[in-house]
């Protein structure tokens, strides 16, 4: 899992409420990215950031929200507007430039009841 | 717009026999491709890439892909399968021309079932 860091491995939330997802990476990496996993449907990208202060829209954006304020930092909120939050979270990191290779971390798995 | 298609759902092959995890890319210009391995309730770790150069691509644990932009494919294989081969395997892939977009595009994952 390299040098990234995701915490908790497990969280449980109740319905309705917000949640945030530490990813941490020691690698000094430019670009972050947060993906969602559920079963039989691979990776899903929810938001990428190539900069400090910089992020992007990925393809299932809505509900979630990140901010990047620190190189090492890229958390991932998980907000009461996502419809079906429960899914397993992947953060991952890449050198600048397309060549490339992310590293992930080790997942958090968000269970909403 | 870049896609990437696993048609396989799971693979089930004998310990010792050759074997081979399919993927196949879609880009509209040319593509870096990446295989990744997954192991239950685990991040994905990097097995190996294809950049340019050579269409034969070697990585980690004996495994090897290869490139074949004719049928736009990325095969990945191995020569002798072990038990503890078993994981869920992703293709992706990156397109070049891409300016926008940096991320990855992944497949929706091939379970590998080594039998002993």
């Known amino acids: 899992d390299g040098g990234i860091t995701q915490s908790p491995k497990y969280l449980f939330r109740k319905e309705g409420q917000n949640v945030t997802l530490s990813c941490e990476q020691n690698l000094n990496h430019d670009a972050m990215y947060w993906y969602r996993q559920d079963p039989g449907q691979g990776l899903r990208l929810i938001y990428y950031?190539?900069?400090?202060?910089?992020?992007q829209k990925g393809d299932i954006a809505e509900g979630y929200s990140v901010s990047r304020e620190k190189k090492e930092s890229f958390p991932l909120t998980v907000t009461s507007a996502q419809k079906n939050p429960t899914a397993f979270y992947l953060c991952?990191?890449?050198?600048?430039?397309?060549?490339?290779?992310?590293?992930f971390g080790p997942g958090t798995r968000l269970t909403v009841t | 717009a870049q896609s990437v298609a696993q048609p396989e759902d799971q693979v089930n092959v004998a310990e010792g026999n050759p074997l081979t995890v399919k993927c196949t890319y879609s880009v509209s210009g040319n593509p870096y491709l990446f295989w990744y391995v997954q192991y239950p309730n685990r991040g994905l770790q990097f097995l190996l890439k294809?950049?340019?150069?050579?269409?034969l691509v070697k990585g980690s644990y004996g495994f090897e892909a290869e490139f074949n932009k004719s049928q736009t494919s990325f095969h990945l294989k191995k020569p002798s399968a072990l038990v503890s081969d078993s994981a869920l395997y992703f293709c992706?892939?990156?397109?070049?021309?891409?300016?926008?977009?940096?991320?990855?595009?992944f497949g929706s994952g091939t379970r590998l079932q080594v039998q002993p």
């Open positions: 294809y950049i340019t150069g050579d269409n």
């Open positions: 991952a990191s890449s050198i600048q430039g397309r060549r490339g290779e992310q590293y």
């Open positions: 992706a892939v990156r397109d070049i021309g891409e300016t926008g977009r940096r991320a990855l595009t």
């Open positions: 950031s190539q900069i400090v202060n910089d992020f």
